[in-house]
T-cell receptor, first 113, second 113 residues
């Protein structure tokens, strides 16, 4: 039972354009969401997060949007750069839980120069 | 460099052999985790340790054991390796989820033949 889903295994975007990565979740008890970026042969690195009390969080070129009613979050990257080519994982953690994260299956983003 | 260190980086085992994956962090984090990454499956939690002296099962614990040796170190043991345990293993640590989530090691690529 995949509680965090990333339905697009891959995405290609031209350099300079907007990249939009999507994530859906099924557990309404999740209340904190994160995005991680992973390059080949490296561990994932934290990118941006959002609490369920917010619907948007912005950090430079990266913005995460949360739609609680739809149980959906998205990561926007504007403008996209070649160094953004990586696998992106969304993750979620439970309210009142410990720090365990449940990860999605990942989306491979390729930025085309 | 501060962070999470995993050893070894690569390992090939024969079916039935045992081995221990080592993980150490120097960030004074309380919680530590072991995940495995498989194609199309994302990152799945094997075991975690919320604090020194405590360990708990995650989503896929069968075939594994762990030891939280001290606050810094969290090891993962495969007692009798099986081909289904061929995967990339990541160790991670966290202080609290408001601090940017996990810090991951660079991974151990394990092949069981």
């Amino acid at each position: 039972d995949q509680q965090v889903k990333q339905n697009s295994p891959s995405l290609s975007v031209q350099e300079g354009r907007i990249s939009i990565l999507n994530c859906d979740y099924t557990n309404s008890m999740f209340d904190y969401f994160l995005w991680y970026k992973k390059y080949p042969a490296e561990g994932p690195t934290f990118l941006i997060s959002i609490s369920s009390i917010k619907d948007k969080n912005e950090d430079g070129r990266f913005t995460v949007f949360l739609n609680k009613s739809a149980k959906h979050l998205s990561l926007h990257i504007v403008p996209s750069q070649p160094g953004d080519s990586a696998v992106y994982f969304c993750a979620a953690s439970l309210r009142f839980g410990n720090e365990k994260l449940t990860f999605g299956t990942g989306t491979r983003l390729t930025i085309i120069p | 460099n501060a962070g999470v260190t995993q050893t070894p980086k690569f390992q090939v085992l024969k079916t039935g052999q045992s081995m221990t994956l080592q993980c150490a962090q120097d960030m004074n984090h309380n919680s530590m985790y072991w995940y495995r990454q498989d194609p199309g499956m994302g990152l799945r939690l094997i075991y975690y340790s919320a604090s020194e002296g405590t360990t708990d099962k995650g989503e896929v614990p069968n075939g594994y054991n762990v030891s939280r040796l001290n606050k810094r170190e969290f090891s993962l043991r495969l007692e009798s390796a099986a081909p289904s345990q061929t995967s990339v293993y990541f160790c991670a640590s966290s202080l609290d989820r408001g601090s940017g989530g996990y810090t991951f090691g660079s991974g151990t690529r394990l092949t069981v033949v």
